[in-house]
C-alpha cells in the first residue's frame, strides 16, 4: 500500500490552524488556485505551488482543478448499535410522542435491548457497513459513542469493536471512541441514579481507561435524564482520570448543560437546540466547541440550533450528523451540509471548517487532522468540480470524487 502520492493542479481550500476556529475566523480559508500537495508516508509534507510532475516513489494524480479539501471529520455519531428502529420513526411522523412511543416499546431501551442481545461480530460489521458509506462522502474520521449497552460488558463489547476497527491497517475511517454510559439510566436503576453514577465512576471510568478503549466520556445532561449535578459529578471524575469531557447539551428544553460545559471547560457540548444566551457566552468563554447537529433537528422536525448567532457571537461551531438508530438514522454529509447552509446561514467557508478543522477540535485531534498542512496526516477529499460551493449547491447529491486517507486513495 503506497502511502506516498502527490495531487497536482489542485485547488486547495482548507482552514489552517492546530486549534479551532472562532467567530469570524471560521469563514477564512486558504484557497490556492493550483497547487500541489504531497503526502509522504501518510503524512503531508508539502502544500503550495505546483512541484514537477514526477517523483519516485510517489503515485502522481492531476485533479485537473479541482477542489481538495481537508477530510471530513464526523464529531458525534453512535455508529455500534443492535437493531433498527423504523416503525418507531413512522410513528414518531405520524404525530406520536416520545412516552407513547416508550409504552409501545421503543425508545432508547428498544435499542439497549437489541445491542446487549447482539453478538461482537454483527455489531461490528453493521459498523463498517456505515462507515464505508460515510467513506464515499469524504468522512476520514469519526466519533463512535458507546451508550447502548449501560451494563459493564455490552458498554465494553462496543468499544472494543470500535477498537478492531481501528486496529485494521486498510481502515477507511479512523474512530475517537467516546464512552457514553451515561446515555440514560438503565432500567435496573429505575430511581438510583445517583448510585448508577457512583457504577460509572467507580466501576466503569476506571476499567475503560486501564483498557486503553476510550478518549472522551460523555453524558446526556438533560431534563429527565441527567441532572446538572449528576452530570457534573461524573465529568470532574473522567476529567480527573484524563478523559476529555464532552456534553449532549440542552438539546430538549434550555437546562444549563452549555453553561455546565463553559464551567469544566469540556471538549464540545452538542445539539444544543435550546442554549440560553448565557450558555453560548459560556461556551465561548470556557473555549467549548458548539457541536450542531442539524440532521436530528430535520428528522425530529424541531428548529435548528442558533448556529449563525454561536458564530457571530465568536464561539468555535462544528458541525455532525448524530449517526443514532433513534432520531437520526442518516450520516448524509451531503444534506448536513445543505440543511447548515440553507437553514442555519453557515457560509460555505464556515460549514467546511465546521466539518473538518473545528470537529478535529471537538475530538481533541486538531493538531493531526483537519486542515491541509504539513505534517498532518494526507486525510483528503477530492470534490468532482472547481468550485466548493458545489456542497450545498448540489443539495443532498454527493460532490466527492475520490477520498484519501493517510495518503491513500480509497475505493
Known sequence: MNRNLILKNARIVTPMGRTARCGAEMKRLLDIPRGTIEVTDGRITYVGENLPDTRDGYDVIDVRGNVVLPGFVDSHT????????????VWRMNGESYMSIMERGGGIFSTVRATRE????????????????????????????????????TELMQLEVMRAINQDPCRKVDIATTFLGAHAVPREYAGRTDEYIDFLINDMLPLVKQRGLAENCDVFCEKGVFTIGESK?????????????????????????????????????????????TGIQAMKEGGVIATLLPLTAFTLREPYARGREMIDSGCAVALAT????????SGSIPLLFALACIYMRFSVEEAITALTLNGAAALNKADSIGSIEVGKWGDLVVLDTDTPNVLPYYTAMNSVQHTIKRGVILK
Not at 448524530?322 to 438514522?329: F, K, R, Y
Open 78 to 89: 453512535h455508529l455500534v448499535f443492535g437493531g433498527y428502529r423504523p416503525d418507531e420513526f
Open 118 to 153: 447482539a453478538s461482537f461480530d454483527e455489531l461490528k460489521q453493521k459498523a463498517e457497513w456505515f462507515i464505508n458509506v460515510m467513506s464515499r462522502m469524504g468522512v476520514t474520521t469519526v466519533e463512535g459513542k458507546s451508550g447502548y449497552g449501560l451494563d459493564r460488558d
Open 233 to 277: 459529578r461524573l465529568l470532574i471524575a473522567a476529567k480527573e482520570m484524563g478523559y476529555g469531557i464532552k456534553l449532549h447539551a440542552d438539546e430538549i428544553v434550555s437546562f444549563g448543560g452549555a453553561t455546565l460545559a463553559g464551567e469544566l471547560r469540556a471538549l464540545s457540548a452538542d445539539h444544543l437546540l435550546h442554549a440560553s444566551d
Open 322 to 329: 448524530d449517526l443514532n438508530p433513534g432520531s437520526c438514522c
